[in-house]
T-cell receptor, first 115, second 115 residues
Framework: GAGVSQSPSNKVTEKGKDVELRCDPI?????LYWYRQSLGQGLEFLIY????????KSGLPSDRFSAERTGGSVSTLTIQRTQQEDSAVYLC?????????????FGPGTRLTVL | AQTVTQSQPEMSVQEAETVTLSCTYD???????LFWYKQPPSRQMILVIR??????QNATENRFSVNFQKAAKSFSLKISDSQLGDTAMYFC????????????FGEGTQLTVNP
């Protein structure tokens, strides 16, 4: 079946602009995660959604970052007033029933470059 | 807090030979999961193998196997009969046993398989 998809694949923006990154999880997966992968910080957790529960936003680095998940499926990560340090690959993962529940399956990521 | 350490930034191996990637972790949790993910240049994070901490038997998946030493908090990945397609960045990751827990990643090991 279809895996996790993310769009756009690459995004170049100017400092100060807002960007939206999209994640489509695997159909039927109830949990969705966002991670950031950057040269200086490695792979970092950003936010976690589970069904209709309040999201775990504890990994968001600043209030310029926000995310929502509509209808329990598609998620959008929004970065306002982008800064050069926001340049990174943003990865989305969803939880399903592979080896067992809670194995996270990742999308191909969005590479964000802030000029 | 959990930490994951991969002390080998880069490794190389000849095609058809065996290579072992090292990973150590630190946690006070008793129930947790450990993972190895592979990230080729396409950026897609691919699950290679997982290990439940409560299982003493080491996980195996075809050419991939782990050496899980719980007391030593060590979780190494052995790749047998290395293939050119195994060239990738390999990440060791930890997750608490609680449903929905985030992944904590190591720094990664870049593996190159030479013909």
């Amino acid at each position: 079946g279809a895996g996790v998809s993310q769009s756009p694949s690459n995004k170049v923006t100017e400092k100060g602009k807002d960007v939206e990154l999209r994640c489509d999880p695997i159909s039927g997966h109830t949990a969705l995660y966002w991670y950031r992968q950057s040269l200086g910080q490695g792979l970092e957790f950003l936010i976690y959604f589970q069904g209709n529960s309040a999201p775990d936003k504890s990994g968001l680095p600043s209030d310029r970052f926000s995310a929502e998940r509509t209808g329990g499926s598609v998620s959008t990560l929004t970065i306002q007033r982008t800064q050069q340090e926001d340049s990174a690959v943003y990865l989305c993962a969803s939880t399903g029933r592979g080896f067992s529940t809670d194995t996270q399956y990742f999308g191909p990521g969005t590479r964000l470059t802030v000029l | 807090a959990q930490t994951v350490t991969q002390s080998q930034p880069e490794m190389s191996v000849q095609e058809a030979e065996t290579v072992t990637l090292s990973c150590t972790y630190d946690t006070s949790e008793s129930n947790y999961y450990l993972f190895w993910y592979k990230q080729p240049p396409s950026r897609q994070m691919i699950l290679v193998i997982r290990q439940e901490a409560y299982k003493q038997q080491n996980a195996t998946e075809n050419r991939f196997s782990v050496n899980f030493q719980k007391a030593a908090k060590s979780f190494s990945l052995k790749i047998s009969d290395s293939q050119l397609g195994d060239t990738a960045m390999y990440f060791c990751a930890f997750r608490r046993g609680t449903s929905g827990s985030r992944l904590t990643f190591g720094e990664g090991t870049q593996l190159t398989v030479n013909p």
